[in-house]
């Protein structure tokens, strides 16, 4: 029995080129991040080979396009810095921080019922 061939998506080497410069990367660092060589970023932007999906989607969410999942409309990052729909930019070091409020806020939640102090 054959197995029905999916429709191959095309990934256009234009918009992965201008996300590349968006992100601020040369030829080099965008090849180095993606694990591939110099040559093969450079046959991915003339046309000369198809970009892999993965490639295409990192190279754009690098480029500052917004974030795959739903849950994520209105969020983009741009050059290692997350902004959120009403344009606030986040630092990685702020979300570090952040995540460890929320942990002691947790943390403080379970003690306070554990205890009845609340």
């Known amino acids: 029995m054959r197995t029905k061939k999916t429709k191959r998506r095309w990934n256009d080497p234009e918009i992965f080129y201008v996300a590349r410069r968006r992100a601020g990367l040369d030829v080099a660092q965008a090849a180095q991040m993606l694990n591939v060589t110099a040559k093969t970023l450079r046959n991915w932007e003339n046309g000369s080979s198809s970009i892999p999906y993965a490639a295409f989607r990192l190279m754009r969410l690098f480029g500052g396009h917004s974030l795959v999942h739903k849950a994520w409309e209105g ?43 609340s």
């Open 75 to 117: 969020w983009s990052l741009n050059k290692g810095v997350l902004y959120s729909p009403v344009g606030r930019a986040f630092e990685p070091y702020q979300l570090t921080y952040l995540s460890n409020y929320l942990w002691m806020v947790r943390i403080t939640a379970i003690v306070t019922d554990q205890n009845g102090l």
